[in-house]
């Protein structure tokens, strides 16, 4: 094992104070001596012990002249340090720096009297560094977060929704059955309303069989099935159906969907309807709520 004498010496550095080794900062070992011919530079690492890993970290070599070469190094615990022998190898060939000693002062502010003492870690944090989050990300999830609260709210609206209906219903206790109340409904309006007997019709009288024969049928739907058809979407009603009354609608949930379009369609198309359009989507209503009521029976 070749005899290599070594020295610490610490470069002057702008900012740092001059000669004052402190933790993580970088300082040489200037060595002199016989350096094998074949040394592989590149896997040059220091011999230590587990509780040395600290005290000294290899950084990089570089020769000066064939007798002397500075050896780059830092440490990551402060204290008096002190190798009765450090050692460096390429893996292969083992040198021998002899004695080193260095003194490492403390990164941490000094501790007051009377303060807890301040943890050192050995090392900083390690690995990449931190990297930002595009604001974009941000965004997206501002917009995914409202979205769930949206639905949350809407969920709520409708449950207060029902509730009123609810009560309502509880009011309006009518004495008649929900399809009962739809036919004396129908019934007063077929005397009062000449659509129902091949009269001609105005706009108004045409416009009145739309609006009343379509709430009525959405009146039935409510005191039939409990859901507040007169406030929900036709997307809304049919969900409500199939989750509290699978057999109306598993059997009728298309004829109720077709129905509750062509009222869409028709009131979109007010001043082209006809008293012929109104009068078979009046008798659409009354037959589907005559059978629905059988088979919720």
Not at 10 to 28: A, C, D, H, Q, W
Not at 54 to 72: C, M, V
Not at 103 to 124: D, I, Y
Not at 226 to 231: G, S
Request: aromatic share 10%.
């Amino acid at each position: 094992m070749a005899a290599i004498q070594c020295k610490a010496e610490i470069p002057n550095v702008e900012g740092l104070k001059n000669n004052e080794l402190t933790v993580g900062r970088e300082f040489l070992l200037v060595c002199d001596g016989d350096f094998p011919k074949d040394l592989q530079q590149e896997k040059l690492h220091f011999v230590l012990k587990p509780e040395q890993k600290y005290q000294i970290h290899f950084l990089g070599f570089e020769f000066r002249s064939p007798t002397q070469a500075d050896i780059k190094a830092t440490v990551y615990s402060a204290g008096n340090i002190q190798f009765d022998d450090l050692q460096i190898s390429d893996g292969v060939q083992t040198l021998s720096l002899g004695p080193i000693h260095y003194a490492v002062q403390t990164v941490l502010p000094q501790q007051q009297p009377g303060e807890a003492p301040v943890k050192q870690e050995p090392f900083g944090p390690i690995g990449p560094a931190s990297i930002g989050v595009p604001m974009l990300y941000w965004a997206l999830l501002a917009g995914f977060i409202g979205l769930l609260v949206l639905i949350a709210i809407s969920k709520v609206y409708r449950v207060v929704q029902r509730r009123n209906m609810l009560d309502r219903l509880r009011e309006h206790d009518s004495a008649l059955s929900p399809l009962a109340e739809f036919h004396q409904h129908f019934r007063r309006l077929q005397r009062a309303n000449p659509v129902f007997f091949g009269k001609d019709a105005d706009a108004s009288q045409i416009n009145e069989v739309l609006v009343e024969t379509n709430k009525m049928f959405k009146l039935f739907l409510t005191r039939q099935f409990h859901v507040p058809a007169l406030e929900w979407s036709e997307r809304l009603v049919i969900k409500d159906l199939k989750k509290y009354h699978s057999k109306i609608y598993t059997e009728l949930s298309e004829d109720l969907k077709k129905v509750l379009r062509e009222y869409q369609h028709a009131f979109k198309d007010q001043k082209k309807l006809s008293s012929n359009d109104v009068l078979n989507l009046a008798n659409q209503a009354r037959v589907l709520a005559e059978k629905m009521e059988r088979l919720s029976s």
